[in-house]
Every structure is written in C-alpha cells, then in structure tokens.
C-alpha cells in the first residue's frame, strides 16, 4: 500500500518529475537534436512550474494546497 501524500510531498514530486522531463529535454540536445521555436515554448510552463514547486515544498503545510492550485494552473496552461 503506498502511504499517503500530503501536499508538500505532492510538490515534490511535481518538482522531480518536471525537472526530469526537462533534463530528458536536455539530454537529447545534448545528443545533438536541435530544438524547433515550439519546443522551446513548451518548456516555459516547466522552467515555472519548477520554482513553484519547489517553493511549495518548503512552504508551510497550509500553503503549499495553493500552490499546487497554481501548479495545476500553469500545467493546463502550457498545455
């Protein structure tokens, strides 16, 4: 059974799971495909929505359900 996740620990795993997807981003830049003027775009609400989760991750407990609202916000945004 996994435990239970409070919204601090949800901000987390927003945060790591945004930052992979950029660092994947960044691995196939690296490997030498360059990106076009839309994928650059589409990295935005990422590159935000990191500093927002890992500032929800340090907020207290009461502020971090606001900021994963936000989060939800800037996700459906770039999308």
């Given at each position: 059974?996994?435990p ?7 901000a ?11 660092a994947?981003a ?9 990106p076009?003027?839309l ?5 935005q ?16 407990a ?5 900021a ?12």
């Amino acid at each position: 059974m996994l435990p239970a996740l409070d919204a601090r620990r949800m901000a987390w795993l927003v945060a790591g799971v945004a930052t992979a997807t950029i660092a994947g981003a960044w691995l196939f830049e690296w490997a030498g495909y360059l990106p076009c003027e839309l994928c650059l775009l589409q990295r935005q609400p990422y590159y935000a929505g990191i500093l927002v989760a890992v500032a929800a991750g340090l907020s207290p407990a009461r502020l971090a359900r606001p900021a994963l609202a936000l989060l939800a916000l800037i996700f459906a945004g770039g999308a």
